[in-house]
Structures are given as structure tokens and as C-alpha cells.
């Protein structure tokens, strides 16, 4: 077995400073949730990508996502403690929150410190004034992994 035939995917990377950035508002489906995304580079600027995986839970939930660092995800109504938090597998890294009224899958966050400790992997799917069609997608075998 060779890491030459894993798939590849997208891990998330600290942006680079210099790099633009744009505040996105999102909420869940009844409101009971609402925060403020600090997404770099901004989902229509042409470097940017948005990931739809395959793996058993991005499939269910239809996760569309972009990796944004923690304090870049800030609830302004409610707090991510709130959420309803679901894992799986024997050694979970990867908790994914969704509001317990609605359903709405929000976001996931590791909570394993040796796996991107810092980062959040936020659907945007929830964000406002955001055309779904329009975005870069790109797809990720998590599946495999
Ligand atoms: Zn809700």
C-alpha cells in the first residue's frame, strides 16, 4: 500500500494574509442559527473552490463546503455549542453540527487536535444571496480515504 494511490483531496489550509476575503451571512432553515462567514478568497473570486464529497455523511447531507478558520465563523444568534453535534466511526475527529429545531446541516468541526485543529468546514449551502449554480465545485473522494 502506497500514499501515491490514495485520492486526492482538498486539505484545509490556513489562508495566506494577503489573500481577499468576503463576509458571507448564513443561518439554518428556521433561523434558530445565524453566523457570519469570513470566507478566503470570496466564492466568486475564480481561485476559489467549493467541495462536494462523496464520503457516507457529505452524501446524506448534501454538504457543499469551504474550510474557514475558527474565529472566521462567528454566530451572531445562538452559538455552535447549541447545535445538535453528530459523529461516527470508532475514533471520530470530525463532529458535524446541525440545529436540533430544523435539521439544516451547518457546519463540522474536527475535534481531534492533531487534525486540522483551528478549522471549520462550513456548507455553504446556508449562506445568503449565494447562486448554488454559479460555484466552482470540486470533488473530493472521501469515500475512499
Ligand atoms: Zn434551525
Given at each position: 500500500m502506497s500514499d501515491t494511490t490514495k485520492p486526492e483531496i482538498t486539505l484545509p489550509t490556513a489562508p495566506d494574509a494577503n489573500t481577499a476575503s468576503q463576509k458571507y451571512h448564513a443561518s439554518c432553515h428556521c433561523g434558530s442559527f445565524t453566523y457570519d462567514v469570513t470566507a478566503s478568497?470570496?466564492?466568486d473570486d475564480p481561485?476559489?473552490?467549493?467541495?462536494?464529497?462523496?464520503?457516507?455523511?457529505?452524501?446524506?447531507?448534501?454538504?457543499?463546503?469551504?474550510?474557514?478558520?475558527?474565529?472566521?465563523?462567528?454566530?451572531?444568534?445562538?452559538?455552535?455549542?447549541?447545535?445538535?453535534?453528530?459523529t461516527f466511526g470508532p475514533n471520530p475527529r470530525v463532529a458535524h453540527y446541525f440545529c436540533g429545531t430544523c435539521g439544516a446541516s451547518c457546519v463540522a468541526r474536527s475535534i481531534d487536535p492533531d487534525f486540522f485543529a483551528g478549522m471549520t468546514c462550513v456548507n455553504v449551502r446556508m449562506f445568503e444571496g449565494v447562486d448554488i449554480k454559479t460555484l466552482k465545485t470540486k470533488f473530493a473522494d472521501g469515500k475512499s480515504l
Open positions: 478568497p470570496p466564492l481561485s476559489c473552490t467549493v467541495t462536494e464529497c462523496n464520503c457516507s455523511i457529505c452524501a446524506r447531507n448534501g454538504y457543499l463546503f469551504i474550510y474557514a478558520l475558527d474565529a472566521n465563523v462567528q454566530f451572531t444568534k445562538g452559538d455552535i455549542s447549541e447545535l445538535r453535534s453528530y
